[in-house]
């Protein structure tokens, strides 16, 4: 209902959406909203509301669904029938709450799933980056295969890669790296250069203390526990999604808002918003 009321309003003006919609488990007792549907009732119910959404979604938007294993074979099938299977982008592993079972036939769940996909082929993406987990190291500066041009000048000197590499980086990130103070000449090391000569000096750099995130989101928490809700989402995923895909001033929505991260995330990150709840949390919580 609300979906369809205000869509004309803001219809293609959304960035971005994150939905956690509820879980299509066996029982409901653990929960403050239903999550015991039948596989079709479940399917039904997202299928109703993300082709509606859609519609929200301006053409360099995003859309991110959360689901578990009993889910995300439906949610995958529903995505790729609404969105198109080449607007998928990823599925990005989130930590779920850390539950110790015991007597299971298999291992205990770790993750759910994150579909990010978007509206079409050309959307709106920043990379984003984590806190290296390991220390820094110097690691020599030539990868497998060759290229053209093969020659780089580093540290005022030109250099010419082994034979069957080429240097790692183009000339301009070296020169910004060589700034940073993290590109060196490892005098120790000899190497025979694709010319057949031999050189005494290794160009190296030092790995950034930051690294460039990918679909393992498993470094951070994916549930948070401030306000006793049982699954109110961390905010620092939240802010990887908003900050990934959307700008300041866009607006970001959520229609299973549940605790309400995504809004105060969103709020607090400077974007416009709108949250859609039915549950008596939306007063409670």
Partial sequence: Q??????????????????????????????????????????????????????????????????????????????????????????IGVNRTKKIFTGVKGYNVATDSLFFYTKQDIFKFEAQYKQREQEQKWINMHSPGERKPPERIILGKLFYPPKGRHWTFVQETIDKMIEEGRVRINEDVEYIDLLGNKVKGMPQYLTSERELLDSNWTDIPGYSQTQGFSTENSEILLKRVIESTSNEGNIVMDFFLGSGTTTAVAHKLGRKWIGVEMGEHFYTV
């Fill in 2 to 91: 609300a979906l369809n009321t205000i869509l004309p309003k803001f219809k293609e003006k959304v960035q971005t959406i994150y939905i956690d919609p509820p879980f299509n488990l066996d029982r409901s007792d653990q929960f403050l909203y239903r999550t015991n549907y039948k596989d079709a009732n479940w399917a039904t119910l997202l299928e109703n509301r993300i082709r509606i959404a859609k519609d929200w979604l301006n053409q360099k938007a995003s859309i991110f669904v959360r689901c578990d294993y009993n889910g995300n074979w439906i949610v995958r099938c529903l995505m790729d029938e609404i969105f198109g299977k080449e607007n998928f982008r990823n599925e």
